[in-house]
DNA sequence: CCAAAAGTGTTATATTTACACCCATGC
DNA sequence: GCATGGGTGTAAATATAACACTTTTGG
């Protein structure tokens, strides 16, 4: 047995060339906001015994490429954008948990703002769908795992940091912002308490600009002031909602 | 490319079973506590070019077992200990980061009750050797990144989670967790302020012993509550200092 | 004028911080 | 008896939680 003694150069390379070597992949479980529902884009999965199931959206990590390219790789292919909220969340390795053979996977999770135009065309094209998180029973390989493990990820962030804006448009109202919060923290929140907290952190920009078309009084909108949110980060700070 | 399009198992099959793979690695921060100061285990590299610094703990992941699992392996191996604080902290995968290839690690930290009698023989073994976490200048690889990483969620969980205990020996003084508190956080706290917040959380159990052999009035001895713990961990709780 | 959400302050309660002295023990 | 850390409480400041009504718009 190797280990309990000293490493040797000799054993290492042994195995690093030989049998020792494993399939990397990564898996993505990206989260969109959309209609008073957290989804997540998924796809049809052509890998029988999962044929009829839904997976995450992943690749194998090539060799020219760290993990953190090869998701941010398979993000750009799927969904367009370069500049997203992009986070590593944890390793899964049970050996039989692909049938192909051994695959190690890394799990990443990142938010998207669904409502842009060619985000929806995605959805429609038939090849990725975007499901309530609520309505998925079940995926291919450990993704379902995969994607719980990700989703409780997002709840601790989300009361640690201000990250709820990577899921609304750049322009938005407090309550589509406490919404956000109810649907994905599954609690009520106050809604005066909820604003002044807010304010109070100093990371929402006011714009001049309100509502338009609704049927009741149009709602003020606000940015997200990322030039305040990076200094404030360096310092640390907490969310508590 | 594949990426962009739907996935095929032909190709899956190709890469998993060619270039597409990797050596894969776990590599442990092992943290003690000992004489107000925290520590970590190393241990001498032979692997050219780092001949003469040290390394982390870790090995390859053995083809029959998950990351964690190795994780475990190399703990159990090197410490003796086999119900330690484990856990997993992130990927470190930098194409250039291993000189005999691609190797992509899993990194972990642990927490050790350094004064048990084994561990210190283990210390005076020369194959391993305990450090000062702030004498630590460099390592082989990228293990000074992996240690910082670590030595950072280190400090986070222990704000959010009283892990502090698993440093500690299982009868401590307040006083002692105290220090453990401000070394590692590197905060100065209130003697008062701190025993409140730690008796109100619960998990603290008073004992009928008190210290011995210090020349001063000897303190009362506590010990974890770990029953009491579970339960509440379940509901989550914090743990602001 | 009705429906729907916007917007706004105050009070009570809980939490956090700051702070100083006497006590028990070994030498 | 002196040096060393052990042990204890209170008051002020701050943060959180609970709560209801008027306003603006579209239809």
Redesign the pocket.
């Known amino acids: 047995m190797v280990s309990g003694s000293v490493q040797n150069i000799n054993t290492w390379l042994n195995q690093i060339q030989t049998d020792f070597k494993a399939a990397v992949s990564v898996d993505c479980v990206i989260f969109g906001y959309d209609n008073d529902a957290l989804k997540i884009l998924l796809s049809r999965c052509d890998m029988p015994p999962y044929e009829h199931d839904l997976s995450l959206l992943g690749d194998l990590v090539h060799p020219d490429e760290t993990t953190d390219e090869a998701a941010r790789r398979v993000l750009v292919n799927k969904t367009g954008f370069t500049d997203v909220f992009l986070e590593q969340v944890q390793v899964f390795s049970d050996i039989k948990r692909h049938p192909l053979g051994r695959v190690i996977t890394i799990a990443y999770y990142s938010l998207i703002k669904i409502d842009e135009d060619h985000l929806e065309h995605i959805g429609k094209s038939g090849l990725w769908e975007w499901k309530n998180v609520n309505e998925i029973q079940s995926l291919a390989f450990d993704h379902y795992n995969i994607m719980h493990t990700c989703l409780d990820k997002l709840k601790k962030q989300l009361r640690e940091q201000p990250i709820g804006f990577n899921l609304l448009p750049v322009k938005f109202?407090?309550?589509?912002l406490q919404r956000l919060y109810e649907v994905i923290l599954q609690v009520q929140l106050?809604?005066?308490?909820f604003?002044?907290?807010l304010k109070?952190l100093g990371i929402l920009k006011e714009l001049d600009e309100?509502?338009t078309?609704?049927?009741?009084?149009?709602?003020?909108l606000y940015t997200f002031d990322t030039k305040v949110y990076e200094k404030k980060k360096i310092a640390g700070f907490?969310f508590?909602?």
């Open positions: 109202s407090l309550l589509q106050d809604k005066r308490n604003r002044r907290k109070s309100i509502e078309s609704v049927s009741h009084r149009p709602a003020r907490a508590d909602l």
